[in-house]
């Protein structure tokens, strides 16, 4: 619970100050993205590298290169419309998997940020997918 609220405080912060508070992580770009948990319903906020493509954004659902898909992303793929902040401003966003060259290209794009992924994808069978949040209003 402790650390629930530590992430909280967070989010608070990040909100209220625009941006200016938790917007990286080891020098990469953060945005707080929220889901609707597919089985619980509860509303929940996670902060996620991210980077813009036009105007979109775009995340990667790592989980650091475990086997299992974060629940993060299964949510949006069951409840893709949803809200983002980025760079300090709440977004309207529609969730979906990149594919193909799309794919490629954003991956490549977002291990120039954070070279990690290169290292998670490594670690795993599954394909580490690449999640585009278009703008929609």
Do not use: F
């Amino acid at each position: 619970m402790v650390l629930g609220a530590v992430h909280r405080r967070a989010h608070r912060l990040y909100k209220a100050s625009r941006g200016r508070i938790g917007a990286t992580y080891q020098g990469a770009p953060i945005a707080l993205v929220e889901s609707v948990g597919r089985k619980s319903g509860n509303k929940r906020t996670h902060p996620l590298i991210c980077m813009a493509d036009g105007d979109a954004l775009v995340v990667v659902a790592s989980k650091g290169g475990i086997d299992r898909h974060p629940a993060w992303y299964l949510n949006l793929k069951a409840n893709p419309q949803t809200d983002a902040w980025w760079q300090g401003r709440k977004r309207r966003v529609r969730a979906r998997e990149a594919e193909g060259e799309e794919r490629e290209r954003l991956w490549k794009l977002m291990t120039s940020v954070y070279p990690a992924y290169e290292a998670y994808q490594r670690r795993t069978e599954r394909r580490i997918p690449v999640v585009v949040l278009e703008p929609t209003g």
